[in-house]
């Protein structure tokens, strides 16, 4: 028998997406058709919540104007259907700032904001340049907190710092500290999203509100079905999906860049045109593509249209 959990807060939804952002084959040029055509299939496939340029939209290598340019045409192609979040955060204030601002001023519903990443500043600077980014427009902000990347984690005292701030509302976890977080969310109430797919049942079990996810683009509505099977108290069916998932979470998260597995796996599935990226980001080479090819193959929501694959008992 199982029972029912009380379903957390969940300010930005539950099943999100850090969608990649799609380029003309040259990469020269945003592909916003394509943006539009994936956004739309993602919503109606079960996401509730798109990230647009953060890492995996390719942040690093996108101006401004293209960041905005991907924002709008998202935000035109769902409207009201999903929550859209743009990423603004970088390792200069002033610069996450204006960008915060100017991303406000399209309509959207909040700002994931990362740990301000090389600089290594001190918790005393991520403070103020988080709260400066808050304070700059009305919208909710998603921390997202990935040592990995940032070189520098938030630490406990910190989040209980940036939890009081009024337009705060929650946290991507990519550390993966999952005590620290049970410790966190029980204290100040701050709402957490995985940030990491191989742990997005074991934080869902905790008491996460949701995901934030680069696999669920290929295999959105498998996703849908993880969050429900938690929410319902079904942890035999939520293990049998997340071992489902876990050969193309393997194969999009373990053997290369994350946007590029993504893209060459939505190629593959038939939702972008081709797996375009920017360097110094290089495409998938032929063995891993085929190895991905497999691992989609597996998987009934992330096989190409032509695959015959049953569900998972």
């Given amino acids: ?24 084959a040259d990469g020269d040029r945003l592909d916003l058709d394509a943006a539009q ?3 739309a299939h ?7 919540q798109l990230v647009v340029s953060g890492t995996t939209g390719e942040s690093p290598t996108t101006s401004d104007d293209e960041k905005l340019a991907v924002l709008e045409a998202v935000r035109d ?67 997202y907190d990935i040592p990995g990347r940032s070189g520098v984690p938030l630490q406990a005292d910190t989040i209980r ?10 946290l991507k976890d990519a550390k993966g500290d999952l005590q620290q977080a049970s410790l966190l969310m029980a204290e100040t109430g701050l709402p957490y999203y995985s940030g990491e797919d191989a742990l997005n049942l074991p934080w869902l079990a905790i008491g996460a509100a949701g995901i934030v996810s680069v696999v669920g683009q290929t295999a959105p509505a498998l996703e849908s079905e993880l969050i429900a099977a938690v929410d319902a108290g079904d942890l035999s069916r939520a293990r049998a999906v997340h071992t489902a998932l876990a050969p193309v979470v393997e194969a999009i998260m373990g053997r ?6 993504a ?51």
Avoid: C
């Fill in 161 to 170: 710092r940036l939890a009081d701030h009024e337009r705060i509302a929650a």
């Fill in 1 to 24: 028998m199982t029972t029912p959990q009380t379903a957390p807060s969940r300010p930005f939804g539950a099943n999100g997406v850090a969608m990649v952002t799609p380029f003309t």
């Fill in 37 to 39: 055509s994936l956004a």
């Fill in 77 to 143: 192609a769902v409207g009201d259907r999903a929550v859209i979040l743009a990423g603004v955060g970088t390792n200069d204030t002033r610069h996450s700032i204006e960008l915060a601002r100017r991303s406000a001023a399209l309509g959207i519903d909040g700002l994931l904001v990362v740990t301000p990443y090389y600089s290594k500043p001190s918790q005393e600077g991520i403070v103020a340049h988080t709260v400066a980014i808050a304070d700059a427009t009305e919208l909710p902000v998603m921390l």
């Fill in 256 to 261: 290369m860049p994350g946007v590029v597995a």
């Fill in 42 to 48: 993602l919503v109606d496939a079960g996401v509730d």
């Fill in 263 to 313: 893209k060459t796996a939505l190629s593959i599935q038939g939702h972008l045109p081709h797996a375009a990226v920017r360097g110094p980001l290089a495409p998938a080479d032929p063995a891993q593509t085929r190895a991905l090819a497999e691992a989609l193959e597996r998987i009934p929501d992330a096989a190409p249209t032509t695959s015959t694959s049953r569900r998972p008992a």
